[in-house]
């Protein structure tokens, strides 16, 4: 594993949740969603963080720098977004070597001539 791979892994781990308008985010208690205001009270973001790490932890997913280090190691091929990327301020550079950088079209081509594709 390369320098930038180890310290983007670094990196990966240190990634928070937001709890404020995340569909991704399950309710603490089932039955109950907690309003976006409660989410925007200091400290509801590491509280976030922590119950989505440890229901992660709970469930035996690998941890994102993990699955970092498994596709750079697998070869999978890593498609970043230009125009998010141009949104975001992001720089070709600021990636991963080997990281592709496209658009929609790049994408849609890759994903119709391979059988596995994942998104996010």
Known sequence: M???TKRLAI???KLQVSPIANPAMP???PGI???N????LPGMTAV???MMNGWMKKANVARLSELLAMAVEYDVKLIACQMSMDVMGIK????IDGVEVGGA???LEFASENAIALSF
């Open 11 to 13: 990196i990966a781990d």
């Open 105 to 107: 079209a790049t994408f």
């Open 2 to 4: 390369s320098e930038q």
């Open 33 to 35: 969603s907690v309003p």
């Open 27 to 29: 309710q603490p208690i």
């Open 37 to 40: 205001i409660i989410g925007m």
């Open 48 to 50: 976030a963080t922590g």
């Open 92 to 95: 070709k550079e600021d990636l």
